[in-house]
């Protein structure tokens, strides 16, 4: 019995690379039907090794989460990618990741893409983005795929992790990934996501092996839409609100109609920067008047 994970699923075969970064061609065994779950690239497994050579996957692992789309499980990392220019910075398009990828119980890591643009005044404004988002807890990397020593501060958030790369076209992702590793060859515009009903929804996912580290080569979150979400739950995934919430007057506040509630005395103070409280308003909205779903 070997232990691994499956980094891609192909005509009925799963390739588990295994803990010794082995990668076996294997069959599921009709148990999964029984189990009611199928594989999933991204599914921890034990593998029993045949005499050719070939495997058969006889446990799925808990998963830990699992997107949709891509199809993924056990994601740890989301690297949230979202350019300074062209197209230009753009946080409530970063707050609406952020609270994607925070509900799904995966690390996001903000990444600032394309610095080599960046006129003075574009990094201040960048520096002044990072520190607020590096204040509520978050890591932000301001890189470019065009500048070695900038994109090589990705490596050590990568090694080890199971990451999605997530963020609008254009803003780099498969330049980044690209620069990371030559080898890749993923052709720029070919992570595509176009905001929604993808060209890829038959497109398999892929882990690719990157500094001893997953990246799947397909992007996260490509449906921005909040319908997983349950409005109580949205305060909880802004950490800067979640920082002060034990402070107002009622338990449960979703910081809106609420008297004496401390995530707006924070916002008049300054304390938490006013467009986050904006983003949270207007998301709060689009859950509240979605259509019931039956
Ligand atoms: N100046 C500059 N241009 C970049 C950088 N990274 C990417 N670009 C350019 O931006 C454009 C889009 O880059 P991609 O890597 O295809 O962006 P993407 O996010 O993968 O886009 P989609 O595949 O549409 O999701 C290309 O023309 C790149 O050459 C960068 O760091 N600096
Ligand atoms: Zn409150």
């Known amino acids: 019995m070997t232990k691994g994970t499956i980094v891609k ?33 991204g599914d921890r497994v034990e593998i029993d090794i045949m005499d050719d050579g070939d495997g058969y996957v006889t446990k799925i692992e808990k998963r830990k989460n699992e997107l949709i789309r891509p199809p993924v499980s056990n994601i740890e990392q989301a690297i949230i990618v979202t350019s300074c220019l062209e197209p230009d910075f753009n946080a409530l398009l970063l707050d609406r990741f ?23 005044q574009v990094k201040n ?5 990072q520190s607020i988002y590096e204040n ?19 490596i050590p958030y990568i090694e080890g992790k199971s990451s999605v790369i997530a963020g609008q076209s ?12 030559p080898n ?32 799947a080569d397909t992007p996260g979150f490509s449906s921005l839409d ?14 800067d609100m979640v920082a002060v919430q034990d402070d107002c007057k009622f338990r449960g506040c979703m910081h809106h109609k609420e008297p004496k509630c401390a995530v707006k005395a924070a916002v008049e103070k300054g304390q938490i920067p006013s ?11 689009e859950i509240q008047i979605r259509k019931p779903r039956y």
């Open 184 to 215: 890749l060859n993923i052709d720029t515009n070919h992570i595509s996501e176009s905001l929604g009903r993808g060209k890829h929804t038959t497109r398999h996912v892929e882990l690719i092996p990157l500094f001893n580290g997953l990246v």
């Open 226 to 239: 909040f319908r997983e979400i349950d409005s109580e739950k949205l305060p909880a995934y802004f950490p």
């Open 275 to 285: 467009f986050r409280y904006e983003h949270y308003l207007q998301f709060l909205e």
């Open 9 to 41: 699923a192909l005509s009925g075969f799963y390739y588990v690379k295994t803990d010794d970064g082995q990668t076996y061609q294997c069959r599921g065994r009709g148990l999964f039907r029984k189990q009611k779950i199928s594989p999933l690239v």
């Open 98 to 120: 952020l609270v994607l990828v925070e509900s799904k119980g995966i690390e996001p890591l903000i990444v600032i893409s394309k610095m080599d643009l960046a006129s003075e």
């Open 136 to 154: 509520m807890g978050y890591s932000v990397v301001l890189t470019s795929s065009k500048d070695e020593e900038l994109f090589r501060q990705l």
């Open 170 to 181: 254009g803003v780099g992702k498969s330049s980044l990934l690209n620069a990371l590793d």
């Open 125 to 129: 404004e960048m520096a002044k983005y």
